[in-house]
């Protein structure tokens, strides 16, 4: 399996703002036309009488959880994909999320779940994320799945028979669809968190990229972004990344989201890491929101398809 294919069809290639300005990465035309062509292979599993579904699990009311795994179900009904859903309340106890998974694990509808996070405070993913059947691994992080990305595997670069974590496989998705090189140049990623960083540098590797994973303790994170032919921004830092951090013509992914009070209105709204001003130098930059959240959400269907269609052969 290819971490992601090339684009069959052109994309919308519109500047931010005019000639020689960056051009806009369309996650969300992407992501739809990524769900048409798993609509097609659902439709298949269904004629040869397999029918994929989706799990969710989650814990408590915390409004993005709720919001995103709403649009996960969403976006399986659109496709045909069935939906399983556990949620628990907030007070839910370590033992009460382990017998969700074990009970996911063993529910013959569910192809493959996800164990939305973050958890209640006190309570640690990783022993959750563990107890999943790796096969079921929608979200691409279970430590066996993580591990395909360091061991070598038949195939070569890139070729990884395993679920891919969402936001990285999104990422190098947007990448390919816009035909920016990723293979022998430098990608500075910022932040090194579980679902995006951490597993993105290695995904990036295996694609023949040189990563460099900036943190809080990075002593020059400008600098180390001057010199990148791709900026990932994942560090939840509202206009973070601005214009003179970035190399003329470098593509750079805003995955960061926070939620900015405009002053005059009084009225929150959704910004990025990256300066919007950044368009005027970089050469191609993908919004917030419209970007790389759509991608992620449909990199976690087709993880379900593909454990659907490797369970059929």
């Known amino acids: 399996m290819s971490a992601s294919a090339p684009s069959v069809a052109p994309l919308p290639r519109e500047r931010w703002a005019g000639e020689g300005s960056a051009v806009r990465i369309d996650g969300t035309a992407l992501a739809a036309r990524t769900l048409d062509d798993l609509k097609t292979r659902i439709d298949r599993l269904h004629d040869h009488g397999f029918r994929p579904g989706l799990g969710t699990i989650m814990v408590g009311q915390n409004p993005g959880s709720v919001s995103y795994v709403a649009g996960k179900h969403r976006d399986s009904a659109q496709i045909g994909l069935d939906s399983v859903r556990i949620d628990l309340p907030e007070t839910a106890s370590a033992a009460d999320i382990r017998g969700a998974i074990l009970q996911m694990n063993d529910d013959p509808r569910v192809t493959a779940f996800i164990v939305q996070l973050p958890l ?171 970007g790389v959240g759509p991608m992620t959400r449909a990199m976690l269907m087709k993880n379900v398809v593909e454990a659907a269609e490797r369970h059929l052969h």
């Open 120 to 290: 209640p405070q006190g309570i640690d993913p990783i022993p959750m994320l563990e107890l999943m059947n790796p096969s079921k691994d929608a979200d691409g992080l279970h430590p066996t799945n993580l591990g395909e990305l360091v061991l070598a595997v038949p195939g070569g670069a890139g070729t990884i028979d395993a679920p891919l974590p969402c936001t990285p496989r999104g990422i190098v998705a947007m990448l390919e669809a816009y035909e920016v090189p990723i293979r022998g140049k430098h990608v500075t990623i910022i932040g090194q968190g579980l679902t995006v960083g951490r597993p993105l540098g290695l995904l990036l590797t295996r694609l023949e990229a040189t990563a460099t994973l900036t943190h809080s303790l990075t002593e020059d994170v400008a600098a180390e972004c001057r010199r990148a032919d791709i900026i990932v921004a994942a560090a939840g830092v509202a206009g973070l990344v601005q214009p003179d951090w970035v190399k003329p013509g470098a593509a750079v992914i805003d995955v960061g989201i926070s939620r900015v009070v405009d002053e005059s209105t009084g009225k929150a709204k959704l910004r990025g890491d990256v300066d919007p001003a950044v368009a005027q130098v970089a050469g191609f930059l993908s919004p917030t929101p419209g």
